[in-house]
């Protein structure tokens, strides 16, 4: 493999992409999932495009004359596949655009393995939240109806807030969409990890359909869910459903905390997001904690000792 590594950087670097999507399929098809993306990281395949560049294409996407962009039965915005995507559009965007489509199909390998299983419809469960001093833990749970090709889609930690913002419009296009949260009273009196847990049951049971099949970001299961479910290890970089519940989960609590942050002014909940900051706990020392903290949370706990912590699982 090393000579064929050797191979792929010198036909790379002199342009000879199809060269090397050949060989790239014969030598890795048998790989996991993981192993094919830092491979082809590796050797410079995919080259993550630009965050404006992805910007720029929904942008354009979504100026097209209204009959392409509308559902045919319903006022509302209808999801583009890659092949409806102008000519003009594809050529204008060049190389980055097959590239994301590459990385995004890698992506769906998970998924793509149970689909042709006869599973139906299937599950991607993330959270955001567990740091935070201040704040609700927010779940997400997506169904998409097989491959969706949203550019720039991955883990929400990877994307800038502008692009998150679009890629949450998007996603919401295209897929079967559900939030669950659990509030700061229930993480003091049931810990983080189990209100973590329930703010993913609540996503899940919230969805409009039943999935054959979840995956969940993380190294456990959701307790309490009639349903097959593979947690997956940094799963919102691995699995499409996982990456998209992420974003969702993301914007979902971000938008939540600029709420707070007229709500209850002077802690600058717009700018940290309830994390552990020094500016949040300067302000939590001057002026004490407010209804939203986290009181089984350091340094609130020690300010304003908690009830007794129950546990959820």
């Given at each position: 493999m090393s000579k064929t590594f050797v191979t792929i950087h010198r036909e790379v670097r002199r342009g000879r992409r199809n060269f090397f999507?050949?060989?790239?399929?014969?030598?890795?098809?048998?790989?996991?999932?993981?192993?094919?993306?830092?491979?082809?990281?590796?050797?410079?395949?995919?080259?993550?495009?630009?965050?404006?560049?992805?910007?720029?294409?929904?942008?354009?996407?979504?100026?097209?004359?209204s009959s392409a962009v509308k559902s045919p039965d319903s006022d509302s915005e209808k999801y583009i596949t890659y092949n409806e995507i102008?000519?003009?559009?594809?050529?204008?965007?060049?190389?980055?655009?097959?590239s994301e489509h590459d990385r995004l199909k890698v992506m769906f390998e998970a998924e793509?393995?149970?689909?042709?299983?006869?599973?139906?419809?299937?599950?991607?469960?993330?959270?955001?939240?567990?740091?935070?001093?201040?704040?609700?833990?927010?779940?997400?749970?997506?169904?998409?109806?097989?491959?969706?090709?949203?550019?720039?889609?991955?883990?929400?930690?990877?994307?800038?807030?502008?692009?998150?913002?679009?890629?949450?419009?998007?996603?919401?296009?295209?897929?079967?969409?559900?939030?669950?949260?659990?509030?700061?009273?229930?993480?003091?009196?049931?810990n983080i990890h189990s209100a973590a847990l329930l703010a993913m049951r609540r996503a899940i049971e919230g969805l409009p359909i039943k999935p054959g099949m979840i995956f969940v970001d993380g190294r456990f299961t959701v307790p309490g869910i009639d349903c097959p479910q593979q947690p997956v290890i940094k799963g919102d970089g691995k699995v499409l459903s996982i990456a998209a519940a992420s974003v969702i989960a993301k914007v979902t609590r971000d938008r939540r905390m600029y709420e707070y942050d007229k709500e209850y002014p002077g802690y600058s909940f717009s700018s940290h997001k309830g994390y552990c900051t020094k500016k949040h706990v300067d302000a939590v020392m001057k002026l004490g904690p407010c209804p939203i903290h986290r009181k089984s949370f350091e340094p609130i706990k020690s300010m304003d000792s908690p009830g007794e912590q129950l546990s959820f699982i």
């Open positions: 999507s050949l060989v790239i399929l014969r030598e890795l098809r048998d790989l996991c999932v993981e192993k094919q993306i830092n491979l082809y990281r590796k050797v410079g395949y995919i080259k993550l495009a630009r965050t404006k560049d992805i910007i720029n294409f929904y942008r354009q996407i979504n100026n097209m004359p102008p000519r003009e559009i594809v050529e204008l965007h060049g190389a980055w655009l097959q793509k393995e149970v689909l042709n299983s006869g599973v139906r419809f299937i599950a991607g469960v993330d959270e955001v939240g567990r740091g935070p001093l201040a704040g609700s833990v927010v779940a997400c749970a997506v169904v998409f109806d097989g491959f969706r090709f949203l550019p720039g889609l991955n883990d929400s930690k990877k994307i800038k807030e502008d692009l998150r913002e679009i890629l949450f419009d998007e996603i919401y296009k295209c897929a079967h969409v559900s939030t669950g949260h659990a509030d700061p009273g229930e993480i003091d009196r049931i």
